[in-house]
Nanobody
């Protein structure tokens, strides 16, 4: 499966962005999906995960209540709605396939090219 993340940009603190992850090659419903992010000089970290049915969802504590993961299997696309953005959310955001129960980037199988999110104070 090929993944392509998009929707990043520059936004002021308190603003919102919606990221998309478009899949091609295989149906998205085959996969549990996750979002990760990587800030300069830091390790890639887990942000959110969505089971293949779209029902089960989990979030990193740092984004809980502000971010929402969702998917549209009919459109083969996953989303990350990001609200109340903070400067510390600045990072390159990546979508991936991998076990729903894992928050470790090394356990993910496929990765899309990232999309840059920059939040100004």
């Amino acid at each position: 499966v090929q993944l392509q993340a998009s929707g990043g940009g520059l936004v002021q603190a308190g603003g919102s962005l919606r990221l998309s992850c478009a899949a091609s090659g295989r149906p998205l419903w085959n996969y549990d999906m996750s979002w990760f992010r990587q800030a300069p000089g830091k390790e890639r970290e887990f942000v959110a995960a969505n089971s293949r049915s779209g029902i089960a969802k989990r979030y990193a504590d740092s984004v809980k209540g502000r971010f929402a993961i969702s998917r549209d299997n009919g459109k083969n696309t996953m989303y990350l709605q990001m609200n109340s953005l903070k400067p510390e959310d600045t990072a390159v955001y990546y979508c991936s396939t991998g076990p729903y129960g894992s928050t470790e980037w090394s356990r993910m199988d496929y990765w899309g090219k990232g999309t840059q999110v920059t939040v100004s104070s």
